[in-house]
C-alpha cells in the first residue's frame, strides 16, 4: 500500500548516486573506488557448501526461485501420459518427469518425456493474458524451429479439470526429455570437464536459432538442458522473440546476472522489451566465463552489486577484468561477446563465433578475429560517437529513465531492479522507470516528459529486496525537485494506484519507509 508521510518528517538518508561515498560496505555499489573483492564468488554446492565459500555469495548460475510452482500429484493423467516426479519448476511453470500411459495413436511418441504445466487456473485477468502469452511464445518457437540443439516439443495439451482450479485450463507441452541441465552440473562447485564442448553446443544452438530468426533472450545454465548422452540442448523459450527486422520485442522480465547493461536502457512498448541478438552473445559470454572458471565475470556479492558493475562497465568507468582461470584460448571469445555496447557485440554474431567457439573447445587456438568483422566494428563505433556524445551527460550520470506512449501494457513493464510511476492506473499509460534516485524530474538529467503536464496515477516498486543485497529499497518521493516536500513511501515489491492529486518532481531510495 502507499504510505503517505506528514509533511516536513525526517526521512531515512536517501541512496547516494553513483561515484558517491556513503553506499553500504562490501556492495561496490556506484564506487568504482571501493575495494573489489580477491575473488569473484563461486556457485554453491547448496546450504553447508564446500567449504571457504563465503555464505554471503548467492548461487551464480542464475537459478530462479518458483512462485509459479504447480503440484501435480504423482500418477495424474493428461492425454496419454501419467505424470510422475517433479523435475523441476521455475517462475511461470513446472516441469514434470512422465510416461506414456496408453498406446500411441497419431504422431509416434516417446515412452518417457517432460511435461511443462503453464499455469492459468487461478490468476486474474491481467495475469492470465500474461502467461497465456509467455505459453504462446514458447509453443510457437518450439513449433517452428525444429533443430538439433533445441529440445525437441511433441505436442500441446490443455487440462480440462473443473475439479482443481489450480490446474484447470494450465498449458502443458510435453517436450523431449533431458537428464539434467547445466546448472545442476555447475551446482556441484566443480568446473565441469566437459564445459568447452557443452558451450560449443549451445553456441550451435544460438547460431540454429538466430539463424531461424528468434532471440532467446533468457539463456543461462538453467535453460541449458544435459541429455542421456552428455549433449546439450537449449531450452525453456518463455521470453524467446521473433525477428522482425534487426529486433524482437519480449517480455519485461531478465536474469539481472545475463542480462547486458544496454537492456536496462532498452526501449519498453507495449509489446514489451526491444531486444537484439547481441543480448544472446552476451549472455553466452557470461555463461562461457561461469561455466570455465566458476566465477561470475563481473565483481559483487549480489545481483544488484553486479547489476552496478555492469552499469560502469557500460559507461566507461571501470574496465572488464576476466578471471586469470579463464584458458587463454576463451578470452578473445568471451571479450568480444561481453563488449560494452550492443554496437559493440553486433559483429560477432553466433554464426560468426561458432568456428572459434569449436576450435578453443577442441583446444586450439582460435583463428583471429575477421578483419572485415572489425573494420564493421570500428565503423560502427565511429557512427554512434555523435550520438553517445549526445547522451554523455545522461550516461555519466548512472541514470537513463524508461519511458514510452500509452499502451495496453501495465505493471509488467517494470524492469527488475526499478521503480516504475505511470500516468494511468494499475500500471497504464505513460511510465518513467529508474534504477537509481531522480533529483529533479523535468530539469534534471534523468526526465520524466509527461511529468509536467500530469500527476502519476500509479506506481511500482519493482527494486531488489534485503535478501537479493540491496540495503536501499523503498522509494520516497517529493512534490519538489532536490528531494523537497515529502509525499508519500511505496515499499519494495509494492504496486499500487495513487490519488493523482500531486505533481511529482523527485525521488529517493531510502533504507526503509
Known amino acids: 500500500m502507499e504510505h503517505r508521510l506528514p509533511r516536513g518528517q525526517t526521512a531515512p538518508q536517501a541512496r547516494p548516486r553513483h561515484g558517491r561515498s556513503g553506499t553500504a560496505p562490501g556492495r561496490q555499489e556506484g564506487d ?83 511435461l511443462k504445466f503453464l499455469p492459468t487456473g487461478t490468476r486474474t485477468p491481467r495475469q492470465l493474458r500474461h502467461l497465456s502469452e509467455l505459453a504462446e511464445r514458447e509453443t510457437e518457437v518450439l513449433r517452428r524451429v525444429r533443430t538439433p540443439r533445441l529440445i525437441r516439443l511433441y505436442e500441446v495439451l490443455t487440462v480440462d479439470d473443473p475439479g482443481r482450479p489450480e490446474l484447470d ?12 541441465s547445466l546448472d545442476a552440473l555447475l551446482a556441484g562447485g566443480a568446473v565441469p570437464q566437459a564445459g568447452p564442448a557443452l558451450l560449443a553446443q549451445v553456441c550451435e544452438g544460438l547460431d540454429q536459432l538466430h539463424g531461424a530468426g528468434w532471440v532467446h533472450g533468457d539463456l543461462k545454465p538453467g535453460n541449458v538442458l544435459l541429455m542421456a548422452d552428455g549433449t546439450a540442448r537449449l531450452g525453456d523459450f518463455n521470453m524467446a522473440a521473433e525477428l522482425e527486422g534487426t529486433h524482437a520485442y519480449s517480455p519485461a522480465f531478465a536474469t539481472p546476472d545475463y542480462t547486458p547493461p544496454d537492456q536496462f536502457w532498452a526501449e519498453v512498448g507495449e509489446r514489451g522489451t526491444k531486444i537484439r541478438p547481441t543480448a544472446d552473445i552476451w549472455a553466452f559470454g557470461v555463461l562461457a566465463h561461469v561455466v570455465l572458471t566458476g566465477y ?41 561477446c561481453l563488449a560494452r555496447r550492443h554496437e559493440d557485440r553486433a559483429a560477432y554474431t553466433a554464426a560468426a ?29 565511429a557512427a554512434g560517437t555523435a550520438a553517445l556524445a549526445g547522451l554523455g551527460a545522461v550516461w555519466g550520470s548512472g541514470l537513463l529513465p524508461l519511458w514510452h506512449s500509452a499502451g495496453e501494457a501495465g505493471y509488467e513493464r517494470c524492469r527488475r531492479g526499478a521503480v516504475c510511476f505511470f500516468s494511468e492506473e494499475n500500471g497504464r499509460g505513460e511510465m518513467c522507470s529508474w534504477v537509481d534516485g531522480g533529483a529533479d524530474w523535468i530539469n534534471g538529467p534523468t526526465p520524466c516528459p509527461w511529468s509536467s503536464r500530469e500527476a502519476p496515477r500509479s ?3 519493482n527494486g531488489f529486496d534485503l535478501t ?31 490519488s493523482g492529486t500531486y505533481r511529482l518532481r523527485s525521488h529517493a531510495w531510502v533504507p526503509h519507509c
Not at 561458432?354 to 565503423?379: E, F, I, K, Q, T
Not at 540495503?471 to 515499499?491: F, H, I, N, T
Open 32 to 114: 568504482p573506488g571501493l575495494p573489489r573483492p580477491a575473488l569473484r564468488p563461486r556457485p554453491r554446492a547448496g546450504p553447508g557448501g564446500p567449504p571457504g565459500r563465503p555464505d554471503r555469495y548467492a548461487p551464480l548460475t542464475g537459478r530462479a526461485g518458483a512462485p509459479g510452482a504447480l503440484t501435480v500429484p504423482p500418477g495424474y493423467r493428461i492425454g496419454a501420459w501419467a505424470v510422475g516426479h517433479l523435475l523441476g519448476a521455475g517462475a511461470f511453470g513446472s516441469v514434470y518427469a512422465a510416461r506414456r500411459a496408453e498406446p500411441e495413436q497419431g504422431p509416434p511418441l516417446p515412452a518417457r518425456a517432460a
Open 169 to 180: 485450463g494450465a498449458t502443458v507441452l510435453v517436450l523431449e526429455e533431458a537428464a539434467g
Open 296 to 336: 561470475l565475470p563481473l565483481p559483487g556479492g549480489t545481483p544488484a552489486a553486479r547489476r552496478d558493475a555492469a552499469l560502469r562497465y557500460a559507461r566507461g568507468q571501470e574496465e572488464l577484468r576476466l578471471s586469470a582461470e579463464l584458458p587463454e584460448h576463451w578470452r578473445d571469445i568471451v571479450q568480444d
Open 353 to 381: 563465433l561458432l568456428g572459434r567457439v569449436r576450435a578453443a573447445a577442441a583446444g586450439r587456438a582460435p583463428a583471429p578475429r575477421d578483419p572485415s568483422a572489425s573494420r564493421r566494428r570500428r565503423a560502427l563505433i
Open 459 to 461: 506506481v511500482y516498486n
Open 468 to 498: 537479493e543485497g540491496a540495503s536501499q529499497v523503498d522509494v520516497l518521493y517529493y512534490g519538489q525537485p532536490a528531494r523537497q516536500e515529502m509525499l508519500g513511501c511505496v515499499k519494495v515489491g509494492t504496486r499500487t494506484n495513487l
